[in-house]
């Protein structure tokens, strides 16, 4: 497969938090892994410690998904407007199946599942920068608001930055803070952002859309952790599909309970975004719309939406354009 596949090794630090570091290592050797403690690795700044985990793989996700969707079926521009027992509706007709995955990053079906409740997003951004060094591998840092850093060809990737959609953050400016700082020889080749669904309790939800749909499915709220929930994703629902048992199914049940605290946090965007006065409004659920200066963009806080300055759709739950 032509996917610029490369082996690395794979570290998660702490800047000050050495006992994080000493429980991911317990809980990877239980789970049979062979994690190993880097007191230093080749990052500009100290760190508490860094869990290694070597051999890990590192390669282009759309040369990736482009050799795996051959002799696939694919009908792009064709956007299913509602989900009925056993078929899709379309602007453009109707789709027949016996079973349904809606796997459209935040689902669009707001009647059953409660997932406008149970998930938010969260915008992330990326430096590629010249003339930095090369790290050797692929690096995160276990707090939310951390750095990554990885190397794709003679590129050093800087990722961080982030922020809950429709929120202000540090956006790529956080990054050309650092880059100057700690790479000043290095010169900027490209910029992107990325968007990821997070879920109350960081794991993803994987099954049965809700339990009073059958034969429709979810796979959502990846937490940045997408090439590798995909997989396991693709793995449940094909055993559930076809009447096998999984043993993970019941860890990913969107159904699990929803009391932890990130629900409140959810609840409290909600409330305050539709009390909020504007004349932008979310067409999903009726959220108030923030402009997104680094992106040019009305972001929705609420669940992630997002739109052009002229109104158009870029990101779901929502499925159309803003009203004129």
Known sequence: MDCDFEEKDSYVYSID???????????????GGRPQFAARIPLPFPVAGAVKYPGQAQFHPLKFISSVSEGLNIYEN???RELA???????????????????????ILNKHG??????????????????????EGMYIDEATD??????????????????????????????RGFARKYYPDAAEKYRWASQDCMTLDGVPYIGAYSSGTSNLYVATGFNKWGMTSSMVAASVLCDMITGKKNQY???FSPSRTVLRPQLAANA??????????????????????KWNPAEHTWDCPCHGSRFTEAGGLIDNPATGDLKK
């Not at 969260?122 to 003339?131: H, K, P, Q």
């Open 17 to 31: 938090d050495r006992g994080k570091i000493e429980k991911e290592i317990t809980a990877l050797e239980r789970l």
């Open 146 to 175: 951390g750095l990554s850093f990885r190397n794709y060809r003679d590129l050093l990737l800087l990722g961080g930055g982030g922020h809950r959609t429709g929120k202000e953050g540090g956006n790529w400016n956080e990054l």
């Open 85 to 107: 027992p056993k078929r899709a509706v379309t602007e453009r007709g109707e789709i027949a199946a016996e079973h349904i995955v809606v796997a459209t990053h935040f689902p």
């Open 114 to 135: 409660g997932y406008f409740i149970k998930m938010y997003q969260r915008r992330s951004y990326v430096l590629a920068l010249e003339n930095a060094p090369n790290v």
């Open 268 to 289: 409290f965007e909600s409330v305050i975004s539709l009390l909020t006065p504007s004349t932008k409004r979310c067409p999903h659920l009726g959220c108030a719309l």
């Open 78 to 80: 064709t956007a299913v």
């Open 249 to 251: 199914a019941e860890l």
